[in-house]
């Protein structure tokens, strides 16, 4: 039953030309400077919608997005119909550059203001720009930079299934290892008057495998569950958990996008938000979005 609470509050849904789809939130951070930096969609047609704020000119966020040749290069510019963004002209807002596998880049014209209502949160947004083209193979850069204070929202893909998101290198393929050779003991003299005890091998020190990119949804999801205790510890920003119908939920990753402000993620965090929740948004929620912020029951 509460599969279907959740959801209705992390659904980032845009709706426009007759259609509407709810976008996964990534929130860029104050460290991801570069596209290199930044995050990775692992498929650029699964639907995320990033955010990126800033507050003085010169600051620059940025990601990535995994294209397969053909795929479809869906993109769309978004602000939140509030001062300060509402009141800028396209030429103070954040510029969105665009660079392909190849090297080509574009910059994302603002050429349009369109409004719309999204009711599940009563927030207005505005469209600014859509862009659309075909794919090429491979790993497009998403560059934001700032020309004050401001935050923007850049939706990317449409695809409504569950996609991932990696943070540090792309991981490599995996390689089988080479089996390192046996240690050989030292025999011992034949001349020596006593004989000589065997030299003990000499360990060959193990290589400690690289680790692969984190994802971006931690902690792992416990079958067994957390205690009000643990959940109690993380009742902050940096790391936020909440109980909603005897399941936990890690909003950490949602805070900064919940369209209808951040405060009201904040009250939710470390404790049983249950009510609060159900209050705000009643019982009829999206499955999907609700499974990737759960990590497991309440104990």
């Known amino acids: 039953m509460i599969k279907k609470y959740l959801a209705f509050a992390v659904a980032f849904v845009f709706i426009g030309s007759g259609m509407a789809y709810a976008h996964q939130p990534v929130v860029l951070l104050n460290t991801d400077t570069s596209a290199v930096k930044g995050p990775l969609l692992e498929d650029g047609t699964v639907s995320f919608a990033i955010r990126a704020s800033f507050t003085k000119a010169g600051e620059k966020r940025a990601f990535r997005a995994q294209f397969k ?60 720009a859509r862009y659309n083209a075909t794919a090429q193979a491979g790993v497009y850069s998403f560059v934001i930079t700032s020309k004050g204070k401001s935050g923007i929202t850049v939706a990317v893909g449409d695809r409504e299934v569950r996609g991932d998101v990696l943070r540090g290198a792309a991981p490599a393929p995996s390689q089988t290892p080479t089996p390192s050779a046996s240690a050989t003991p030292t025999a011992s003299s034949t001349t020596s008057a006593l004989p000589a005890p065997s030299a003990s091998p000499t360990p060959i020190a193990s290589s400690t495998p690289t680790p692969a990119a ?13 205690t009000i205790a643990q959940v109690k510890m993380n009742n902050s920003a940096a790391s936020c958990w909440s109980i909603i119908d005897d399941n936990v939920y890690n909003l950490t990753t949602w805070i ?19 009510s609060a929740f159900l209050g705000q948004h009643g019982r009829a929620m999206p499955e999907r979005q609700l499974e990737s912020l759960k990590i497991g029951p309440l104990k």
Do not use: W
């Open 214 to 226: 984190s994802k971006t949804q931690t902690p792992t999801a416990s079958a067994t569950g957390y």
């Open 256 to 274: 900064n996008s919940h369209p209808g402000g951040s405060s009201a993620i904040l009250s939710l965090c470390g404790v049983d938000g249950t």
């Open 69 to 128: 040749a053909g795929d479809a290069l869906v993109i769309q510019y978004l602000i939140v119909d509030k001062k300060p963004e509402s009141s800028l002209q396209a030429t103070a807002l954040p510029s969105l550059v665009v660079t392909s596998p190849m090297g080509a880049s574009v910059t994302v014209k603002l050429n349009e203001r369109t409004k719309f209502y999204e009711p599940f949160s009563k927030v207005n947004y505005l469209y600014l």
